[in-house]
C-alpha cells in the first residue's frame, strides 16, 4: 500500500531503462515495509520472465563465500533480479559487495538491497557507483497511505484515526492493530488494555509459562538480549532454556549480537506490560540498566562504548539532543589512543572549533596526560577527524590552573563547594572538538558521548564528575535530565564554554542507572549548589520532592543509598544535624503515622508499610500478606505515597542549627 516513489523506482530498473541505477539501497527500520517493496519487485520481475533470486542476510553470517554462493545467478544469468533481505545482519560485507561482487554481475543484472542501516556514503562518494547506485529511504506511511491501508483491511473511515495515531505509520503495527475490532460496534477503537491483550496473543500466542512471559519482558526492553542479560533479570530459573526458546521465535532475529525483536513486537509487547503492571514495567527497566552498567564494567576497553550504547537504548523515549542518537555500530569510524603524530592536528582543529586559547589548553593536557585523549579517524586513514579528552585531576596545580581557564574554573568550584577527600579525584570530559558544526548530533558525538559515559561508569574514587560545552542549548536540558546541571561558565576567546556537574557523592553510579530506568523521572540534583541556594524554611518543588520521597522509601533498607537521598537537604532535616539520615528517617516514620486520619488514610499507611519499611519481597507479595487484591493494593500504595507526600510537605521546617548548640 502506497510506496509510489520506491515503486516507480524499481519499475524503471526492471525495465532495463538506460537512466536507471543497476543498484537500489532500501534502508528503514524494522515493520517499515522493506520486505514487501522487495516482494513487489519480486512480482514484477516474475512477470517479465526475469529470473529472481532471494538472500537472506541472516544466514550469511557475513561470510563473503556464503553471499557469492546464495547469489551466483546474478553473475551468470543475464537479467537476474538479485533481492539481499536484512542487509543488517551481514552489513560486513557492504564494500566487499561493491568493490568485488557487484562488478561480475551478468547482463542486464539488477540488484535490490533491504536493510535497517543507511548505506555506506562510499556508494555515493565513488566516481563509478554515483550514477549507477540509489539510496532509498523507506520512511513510515503518511496519514492518506496509512487510511488506505485500513481501507483495504475493511476498517470504517469512522475508525481509522484511532488505528493511525497508535501505528505511527508502521505497515506492520496498523495490520496488527487493524485484526483487533472495536470492544463493541460503533465504538471508537483505542489500544486499551484488552486491545493490547490481543495484539500480544494474536502474536506470541500461549506462552509455555511466567518465566517465558518474563523472558519476553526483557526482550522488549533491552537493545539486544544476550543469555547473560536474561540470567541477570530472571535468575538462574532455566535461563538456557528459556534463551533457546526465545531463538525459535518468527518474530525476534538472532543475531551475531544477541536476539532483537521486530521494532512493532516490541512496542506491542512494551505497551502490554506497561498497562498490565507498571510497577513490573519499572523493575525491569531497573533490573536491565543495573545489568547493563555491569557488562560496560566487565567489558574489554574496546567493546566499552558499545555496551554503552547497548545500555543507552533503555532511554530513548526520554529524549536527546534533537533526538537524533542512534544505537548501532560505527564501523567506518575508529576510535583510538592518541599517537604524537596526531598532534598537529589536534591543535589545528582546536584552534578552528574553539579559538587560540582551546588550542593551547589542549597542547598543554597532551604534555601532562596523553593518555585521557581519544582520537576519531575513518576506517583506514591515519587522519584525525575529531577527537575527545577525559582528564583525571586529584589536585589543583599552578601550571593547570594557567594554562586552562575551564580547569582553574572547575578547581574554584570543587573547593568552594564540594572539597575532595583524600583518595578521591575529579573527572571532566573537557573537549569535544569535531570539525564544522561544532558538537551537533553525528556519529562522532555519538561516540563521544559512550566514551565518556563508560569511562565514568568504569572509574573509581572519583568524587565529581564535569563535562564541557560550548553548545549549552542545545545539550543543556539532556544534561539536566541526567541529573547533571549547569554549574558555571567561562569565557574562552569570548566563547562561552558552558560547565556541567555532578556529585557522585551525593547519588551513587548504581542509584543513577536505577533513577534513569525508571518511566517517570524526575532529575536528581547532584550537585551541592542546588542545595545550597536553598535556605531552612524553603519548600523545594513538589514533583521532585515526590521523586524523592519515592527515593527515600525505595532504599529504607539500604542504608548507604539512603544517606545520599535529596531529602537531606530539605526543609525536614535540621541544618547541621550529626546525623541527617537518622532526622530524616524520623520526618518520614512521623508524616507516615499521620496520615491515618480516616479508613482511607489506614490502609495508605498498610500499603506503605509492608511494601517499603517492613519490606516484602515484590509488591504481589505485600498484596497477599495484605489479603488485598493485587489491583486494590495498587489503588491503596498510589493514594499512600500522595498522601505521605503531602505530609510532608505540610511539615513544619526544622530550622534548628545543630552547629549552634553549645
Known amino acids: 500500500m502506497g510506496r509510489k516513489p520506491e515503486r516507480a523506482v524499481l519499475d524503471r ?12 539501497y532500501l534502508h528503514g527500520p524494522g515493520g517499515i515495509g522493506k ?26 553470517d557475513s561470510d563473503p563465500r556464503r553471499l557469492e554462493e546464495a547469489a551466483a545467478p546474478a553473475c551468470a544469468v543475464p537479467g537476474t533480479v538479485l533481492l539481499i533481505d536484512t542487509f543488517e545482519q551481514c552489513q560486513p560485507l557492504e564494500a566487499w559487495l561493491r568493490e568485488t561482487f557487484l562488478p561480475r554481475l551478468a547482463d542486464h543484472a539488477v540488484v535490490v538491497v533491504a536493510g535497517r542501516v543507511a548505506p555506506d556514503p562510499e556508494w555515493s562518494l565513488d566516481p563509478g557507483w554515483a550514477r549507477l547506485f540509489t539510496a532509498l529511504a523507506v520512511r513510515p506511511l503518511d496519514t492518506a497511505q496509512s487510511h488506505a491501508l485500513l481501507a483495504a483491511r475493511g476498517v470504517p473511515a469512522e475508525q481509522r484515526g484511532a488505528y493511525v495515531a497508535f501505528a505511527g505509520g508502521s505497515p506492520l503495527v496498523l495490520s496488527l492493530a487493524a485484526s483487533v475490532p472495536p470492544a463493541a460496534p460503533g465504538a471508537p477503537w483505542e489500544p486499551t488494555g484488552d486491545v493490547l491483550t490481543t495484539l500480544v496473543e494474536r502474536l506470541v500466542g500461549d506462552l509455555p509459562s511466567a518465566v517465558h512471559r518474563r523472558a519476553l519482558e526483557v526482550i522488549a526492553q533491552a537493545y539486544v538480549t544476550r543469555e547473560p542479560l536474561l540470567r541477570a533479570v530472571l535468575g538462574d530459573e532455566d535461563t538456557d532454556r528459556v534463551f533457546s526458546w526465545l531463538r525459535q521465535l518468527p518474530y525476534l532475529e538472532a543475531t551475531p549480537e544477541g536476539l532483537h525483536p521486530h521494532d512493532a513486537v516490541r512496542a506491542i509487547l512494551a505497551a502490554d506490560l506497561r498497562w498490565r503492571d507498571p510497577e513490573r ?3 525491569v527497566r531497573v533490573r536491565i540498566s543495573l545489568a547493563g552498567l555491569q557488562a560496560v564494567r566487565s567489558a574489554a576497553e574496546d567493546d566499552a562504548p558499545l555496551r554503552v550504547a547497548e545500555w543507552m537504548f533503555l532511554f530513548r523515549h526520554q529524549g536527546g539532543p534533537d533526538d537524533l ?13 592518541l599517537r604524537p603524530e596526531d598532534v598537529p592536528g589536534l591543535l589545528r582543529m582546536a584552534e578552528e572549533a574553539e579559538g587560540p586559547a582551546s588550542a593551547t589548553a589542549v597542547a598543554h593536557w597532551v604534555r601532562r596526560q596523553p593518555e585521557a585523549f581519544r582520537v576519531h579517524r575513518c576506517a583506514g586513514s591515519p587522519v584525525p577527524v575529531s577527537f575527545m579528552a577525559v ?9 593547570d590552573r594557567a594554562a586552562d581557564p575551564v580547569i582553574a574554573a572547575v578547581w574554584d568550584l570543587v573547593e568552594a563547594a564540594a572539597p575532595l577527600r583524600p583518595g578521591e579525584h575529579l573527572g571532566i570530559r573537557r573537549f569535544a572538538v569535531q570539525p564544522g558544526g561544532h558538537q551537533r548530533p553525528s556519529p562522532l558525538m555519538e561516540l563521544i558521548s559512550r566514551r565518556t559515559i563508560g569511562e ?3 572509574a573509581h574514587g572519583r568524587a565529581v ?8 542549548d542545545r545539550w543543556g536540558r539532556y544534561l539536566a535530565e541526567a541529573g547533571m546541571p549547569k554549574v558555571a ?5 569570548g566563547r562561552q564554554q558552558h560547565i556541567f556537574g555532578r556529585d557522585w557523592r551525593r547519588q551513587t553510579m548504581e542509584q543513577w542507572v536505577q533513577h534513569r530506568a525508571r518511566t517517570a523521572v524526575t532529575p536528581v540534583a547532584t550537585w551541592p549548589a542546588a542545595a545550597a541556594t536553598r535556605g531552612p524554611g524553603d519548600r523545594p518543588a513538589r514533583a521532585g520532592f515526590a521523586e524523592g520521597v519515592l527515593e527515600a522509601l525505595r532504599t529504607w533498607h539500604t542504608p548507604r543509598e539512603f544517606a545520599t537521598s535529596d531529602l537531606l537537604h530539605s526543609h525536614l532535616v535540621p541544618h547541621g544535624s550529626p546525623d541527617p539520615a537518622a532526622d530524616l528517617r524520623d520526618a518520614i516514620i512521623t508524616a507516615l503515622d499521620a496520615i491515618q486520619t480516616d479508613p482511607a488514610g489506614v490502609k495508605a499507611h498498610e500499603a506503605l508499610t509492608a511494601t517499603y519499611v517492613t519490606a516484602s519481597r515484590t509488591h504481589r507479595a505485600a498484596a497477599r500478606r495484605l489479603g488485598v487484591p493485587y489491583g486494590t493494593y495498587r489503588r491503596h500504595l498510589a493514594l499512600a505515597k500522595e498522601r505521605l507526600t503531602e505530609q510532608l510537605l505540610r511539615q513544619p521546617a526544622n530550622v534548628f542549627d545543630a552547629t549552634a548548640v553549645p
Open 13 to 24: 530498473m526492471l525495465s532495463g531503462a538506460a537512466d536507471a541505477p543497476l543498484v537500489a
Open 35 to 60: 520486505t514487501s517493496l522487495l516482494r513487489y519487485a519480486a512480482r514484477q520481475a516474475e512477470l517479465t520472465g526475469r529470473r529472481v533470486t532471494h538472500v537472506d542476510g541472516r544466514f550469511l
Open 281 to 283: 514495567y519499572d523493575d
Open 325 to 337: 542518537y542512534n544505537y548501532r555500530t560505527h564501523p567506518h569510524i575508529e576510535d583510538t589512543p
Open 391 to 399: 582528564l583525571r585531576l586529584d589536585a589543583p596545580l599552578p601550571q
Open 456 to 458: 565514568e561508569m568504569r
Open 465 to 472: 564528575a564535569f563535562t564541557v560545552f560550548e553548545d549549552a
Open 489 to 493: 561558565a567561562v569565557n574562552v576567546d
